[in-house]
């Protein structure tokens, strides 16, 4: 069953290469939540939270060694997912797309692009 483990630690070390990849590219595009992001995630958290009180005290979620981490996940998966909704629904590429260094490809005119980057339309280096 080692292989297994090997699965596992390389399915964590994909994801944290993919979150780190991630992060840079919000900072490259310099990615920022508006404020109300921030309040809808808080009603969410507090959707969570009442989750976790209207929950009944043999939920399957109670039981075994790993409750109050399986609690945790579930006030904070709502959240979650309203910060993974804005920013695969529109903020990352408004972000992206709202970059005022982007410039059109000097060999195609075609399409517009940031230096160093690969134009989407001929395939070339933007320079
Ligand atoms: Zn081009």
Known sequence: M???HALRWLDVAWK???AIILIRFWIRTRFWFPTYVH???AVAFLIGLGMLVIMPADAPM?????AGVNKTLLVLFFPAVVYVAFVFYGGQRAAYEARSDR?????????EGFRGTTCTACG????
Not at 62 to 66: F, S
Not at 124 to 127: E, L, N, P, R, V
Request: positive net charge.
């Open 2 to 4: 080692d292989w297994i």
């Open 16 to 18: 944290i290469a993919a």
């Open 39 to 41: 309040w809808i995630a």
């Open 62 to 66: 109670n039981r075994g060694g790993w």
């Open 103 to 111: 410039i059109a490809c000097p060999h195609c005119r075609a399409s």
């Open 124 to 127: 070339q280096t933007i320079m």
